[in-house]
């Protein structure tokens, strides 16, 4: 399969080059094909796109591209395209993407919010907090708006705004790194605003997780507890059906059977070893974990909580 970073090096090779001489932002040297080293030491490669995909996402990098040359001083354009870098696979080349729009643009959060999401997917948490924590202060004082998705779910229909991103995703940094008590605090920040009911169930998912492993095991039952199996979804079904199986609703054993798509497995895979875990069986959850890790789809965010779990284990 062709790779984008051949068809389109030349484009790639001058956006590249007016970052390095602007930001001190930089990312560890890796060799060629390389995006980032796991928190276990392993060398995580470019990943490939899918190929019933690869058309789409290559069009829409291409016309990115292209828009960015004609008018490079364009934030929208500077986002579009480090997210449609990001969609093939080149998270480093996004995060320079966005570092430049800072540096461009260093009023604008948006900026902030997408270069943080891209550290966590290269394992760099603590400045992804960092990030979160400058898009915040940013828009404090700024009406909230939706997020149009780059990957729309069947109905077209965004489900997230640029706050409710900064602070899920920064809740998520800290859940990372192993720090419930502030995961569940930017998790509570989510939810003061006005939520989607797939953006509220994507957060109340990881709200409970986090004030599971923080001790706090009433007021996590609280927070789910009136959470049902009627509610209509665009596309975090697997969020609610992990909070169904922490309510008793649903038997834990069914939601892996007809799953096909990688990330849907990373993120039942990830909440099912934690219900595992927080229920005392740790060597079933560590096991689950492991299986996890081994699949290779480095860049989900079931991967990346399956591979914390997995460098924190030594020291538990």
Known sequence: MPSIFNTTSFFLLIILLTVSCREQHELPVLPAGSQAISLLGDTLKTPQVNPANFDEYNN?????????????????????????????????????????????????????????????????????????????????????????????????????????????????????????????????????????????????YWYYMALRRAGKDEEAGHVIADVNPELELFENDAYLSLILVFNGVFEPAHLMETVDDALTNATLGYGLGNWHYINGRRERAFEIWRNIYDTGQWPAFGFIAAESELARQGSE
């Open 60 to 204: 829409n990098l291409l016309q990115a591209v292209m828009d960015y040359r004609i008018d490079p001083e364009n934030p929208e354009y500077i986002i579009w395209l480090g997210r449609r870098t990001a969609y093939m696979g080149g998270y480093r080349e996004a995060f320079n993407i966005f570092t430049e729009g800072i540096f461009k643009h260093p009023e604008d959060p948006r900026m902030y919010r997408h270069r943080g999401h891209r550290y966590i997917t290269l394992r760099q948490f603590d400045l992804a907090i960092g990030d979160f924590e400058s898009a915040a202060n940013l828009m404090r004082n700024m009406p909230d708006k939706v997020e149009p998705d780059g990957l729309p779910n069947e109905a077209g229909i965004p489900t997230s705004t640029l706050k409710s991103n900064v602070w899920y995703h920064k809740g998520l940094s800290h859940y990372l790194k192993g720090d419930f008590e502030r995961a569940a605090d930017a998790y509570r920040n989510t939810l003061e605003l006005e939520l989607t009911d797939d953006m509220r169930i994507a957060t109340l």
